[in-house]
């Protein structure tokens, strides 16, 4: 079946350091691809997406591009700050039965110290 | 444009009890779908509902039961509970290009 693997954290960087977090995924045909983000006790927010091969999404800073070559997903930030500080997790929209899904990676935690 | 709601924040219940949670999906949304992500872990799927019909389910057992009404909004129910289902339960609807919007969850302790 479709899954999603990302490199295992904790993340530790300092303030203005650059990020870079991996994501590999395996899936028939052509999914959508997702960075979402979890705060401290919070839900997931949507961070970027794309939809297609060579696709990048983008935004507050944070980039990722969708290399169907490679299977890859790889989240990236010039210049992290502390309130980065969360959880990511990579995802992939699973259709079937009419609707789709999402399948997530296992997530990655950062910490950006000051 | 008010976003994905569910209710209640926080839950504590014991063993072999059951619960229902609340989920409201975005204004324009028709598809429900409910996630378990237990601590540390990614979410999984659990099941969706569309047209007030279970269209899809993930690996759970039958104790995990849900609704959706003419309204759009859905609950999850949980029968004879477990101290595994302890977890943050997390409802999304379905926006474009295949995207799931989701709401801030609800924490469900077993103890």
């Known amino acids: 079946g479709n899954s999603v693997t990302q490199m295992e954290g904790p993340v530790t960087l300092s303030e203005e350091a650059f990020l870079t977090i991996n994501c590999t995924y395996t899936?028939?045909?052509?999914?959508?691809l997702f960075w979402y983000v979890q705060y401290p006790g919070e839900g997931l927010q949507l961070l970027l997406k794309?939809?297609?091969?060579?696709d990048k999404g983008s935004n507050k800073g944070f980039e990722a591009t969708y290399r169907k070559e490679t299977t890859s997903f790889h989240l990236e930030k010039g210049s992290v700050q502390v309130s980065d500080s969360a959880v990511y997790f990579c995802?992939?929209?699973?259709?079937?039965?009419?609707?789709?899904?999402?399948?997530f990676g296992a997530g990655t935690r950062l910490f950006v110290k000051a | 444009d008010a976003g994905v709601t569910q209710s209640p924040t926080h839950l504590i219940k014991t063993r072999g009890q059951q619960v229902t949670l609340r989920c409201s999906p975005k204004?324009?949304?028709?598809?429900v779908s409910w996630y378990q992500q237990a601590l540390g872990q990614g979410p999984q799927f659990i099941f969706q509902?569309?047209?007030?019909?279970?269209?899809q389910r993930g690996n759970f057992p039958d104790r995990f039961s849900g609704h959706q009404f003419p309204n759009y909004s859905s609950e999850l129910n949980v029968n004879a509970l477990l101290l595994g289902d302890s977890a943050l339960y997390l409802c999304?609807?379905?926006?474009?290009?295949?995207?799931?919007?989701f709401g801030p969850g609800t924490r469900l302790l077993v103890l």
């Open positions: 899936a028939t045909g052509y999914p959508s």
């Open positions: 999304a609807s379905d926006g474009y290009q295949e995207t799931q919007y």
């Open positions: 204004s324009g949304h028709d598809t």
């Open positions: 509902y569309y047209e007030e019909e279970e269209r």
């Open positions: 794309a939809t297609k091969a060579d």
């Open positions: 995802a992939l929209s699973d259709r079937g039965a009419g609707g789709f899904k999402t399948i």
